[in-house]
Structures are given as C-alpha cells and as structure tokens.
C-alpha cells in the first residue's frame, strides 16, 4: 500500500484526473482482469469519469490443496483505477471507454478478505498459501460501443470490440447484448396494440440485461502463454433494481445489480483444455460512486483461485460537491 501514498503516484492520478475533469461524469467498467474473475463488463452508456481501487486474487491452490492450474503463485492485485466513457460526436451511436489500473501486487489485503472474511462468513476452509507474487503491475483498456434503441425508446442494444492489455496477459475481443431493458417495452414492440400495465408497474423497478463476448488471448509477463487459454467465449447475464422513473436524471440515484456469468475459462490446464469458470457478482450503485463484489461461488465452481471487489466514485459529481461547499 505504501505505492499509493508515494508523491510520484498520486500526482500521477491527480494529473490524469484533471485532464479527463473538462471531458464528462455513472457507473464504470472494470479494468482487466476483471471481466475473467467475474466482474460486471456490460458497456458504460452514459458519459462517466471515476477513479477508485480495484482488487482481484488469484489463489494457485482450493481449500483441499489441490493445484489449480499451472500458475504457481498467489497473487493479489491490487489497482488504483480510473474509467472514463463520452460519446464519441463525430460517430453519433457510438461510445467509446478508456480504463487504467496499476499498482502493488501482494498478499494484503485479498488474503485478509477471501479467508479471514469471505471463507470465514460461509464456513469454508482458508485457501492455502505458499508462493506469492510481489512486485507492480498494470491493466490497460480501450473499447467501442455501438448503442441502438433494440426493442426501446431508450438505448438498450449495443455491439462492439475493445482490446486490453498490460503485464497479467492481453485481449482483443467484441460483445453484443441488451442493457437495462424493460420487459413491458418488450412485449409492446413485440404486440404494438397492447397495454401491459402490471408489467409495466413492475418494469419501473425492474431490468434486464445480457451479453455474449469472444476473445482472443495472448500471455503476457505474470501470465504466460503456456497458462492462458487462446480463446474464450463469455456470457453474462443480469438483473437491476431500482426506482427508475425517478426524477428527471436517466440514472436512477440507487441501483442494485446482481450478475450471472459463464466463463469458459481464461486460464489453460497443463494439456491446454479450458479451466471453466462460473461466477456471481453483486453492484450497488450509490448517487456517487459503485460499489461490487464478485466471485466464483456459482455452479460449485468455488475452488479457490479467485475472488475481487472495486470501489469506483464518481469524480466530477465529487469535484461538483465540493467545490460547492
């Protein structure tokens, strides 16, 4: 932790703050790892500048001291992170998303989290540790989105294709999928003379979403190619809650979000087959920032290796706040 109270460090994020400050501020994605540990990865609508801190572990060995895969470390990754999306003005439909994350890698506090807490509260075994990674590393990610009004009036379909990179491995991939749709607008695109009122009660509180990715993966310094599958096929499905019609803002103050995703497995077994991985999260976003956890506890896939959570504030609904005061 001492890394992110070095001076050099926190210039370095108070420069890359102010230079994004004049751009845009809702939610925001998930530098990689992320999306493989089993983060929420649907595409940022709506224009967003955040900053926060991100931890994903990986554990080389299951409560029974099984070997996980080729991987013989633990490594605990720990990312001071900032994700800004804007909408791209000279392609109308199109977004685009910039996502940083850097910092130390080592035992604390995953370790503390995933055993003394996590393992703990649902009566499982501490994850064995022997070897541990230490050192820095660091995440990089670009994509663009094409949004369309899929079976809405508001923005609910999108497709496209975004790279990722740093030091863990690197990642080209393309997603499709529904955002936050409404079942009642659902049904009325699909019959137009029909008036679901009781659907449309609930569709005020409740929304849907989707999304199918394909990847292309290649090693990199903690994650050679040897341990990475070469491919991977993605699905992620989730459902929202919240007081939509709320006010005059298109985001709702607070939502609770609670994701499934299927993972067909970043990392390779020792003869090159997939390690599948099946993963619950859970996002709670509050009028300034998101906070979410995730797992991969679904399907008794929980063997061990992974676990992470992000706290992401909004920075200029903060910036705003303040200099009010």
């Given amino acids: 932790m001492a890394l992110f109270l070095h001076p050099a460090f926190i210039r370095f994020l108070l420069l890359l703050l102010l230079l994004l400050l004049p751009i845009a501020a809702t939610q925001a994605e998930n530098v990689a790892p992320g999306a493989h540990w089993g983060a929420i990865d649907f595409p940022d609508r709506d224009p967003t500048l955040a900053a926060g801190f991100m931890v994903n572990r990986f554990t080389e060995y299951n409560p029974s ?31 685009g998303n910039l996502t940083l994350g850097a910092g130390p890698t080592g035992e604390t506090p995953s370790s503390d989290l995933q055993n003394n807490f996590l393992h703990h509260l649902t009566a499982q075994s501490p994850v064995p540790v022997d070897h541990t990674r230490d050192g820095f590393d660091f995440m990089a990610g670009g994509s663009l989105s094409r949004w369309s009004p899929l079976f809405s009036s508001r923005d609910t379909g999108f497709a496209g294709m975004g790279v990722a990179g740093g030091s863990l491995y690197q990642e080209v991939y393309g997603r499709i999928g529904l955002r936050q749709l409404s079942l009642a607008e659902l049904v009325v695109w699909i019959i137009p003379d029909t008036e679901p009122e009781l659907l449309r009660d609930v569709s005020r509180f409740v929304r849907f979403s989707a999304m199918g990715r394909y990847s292309r993966l290649y090693g990199g310094t903690v994650y050679p190619g040897a341990v990475i599958a070469d491919h991977n096929y993605l699905g992620q499905a989730s459902v929202s809650f919240a007081d939509y019609d709320a006010g005059n803002s298109p985001v709702p103050q607070w939502e609770l979000e609670v994701a499934l995703t299927y993972d067909s497995g970043l990392f390779a077994s020792p003869n090159g087959r997939w390690l599948t991985r099946r993963f619950g999260s859970v996002a709670l976003h509050f009028p300034y920032g998101t906070f979410e956890t995730w797992n991969d506890w679904v399907g008794s896939t929980d063997s061990g290796p992974t676990y992470g959570f992000s706290v992401m504030l909004k920075a200029l609904d903060l910036y705003s706040l303040f200099a009010d005061l």
Avoid: C, H, Q, Y
């Avoid at 001291?65 to 439909?93: C, H, M, Q, Y």
């Fill in 65 to 95: 001291r099984n070997r996980f895969n080729a991987v013989n470390e633990t490594a605990g990754f720990n990312f001071a992170t900032i994700s800004w999306t804007d909408r791209i003005k000279a392609l109308p439909g199109w977004s």
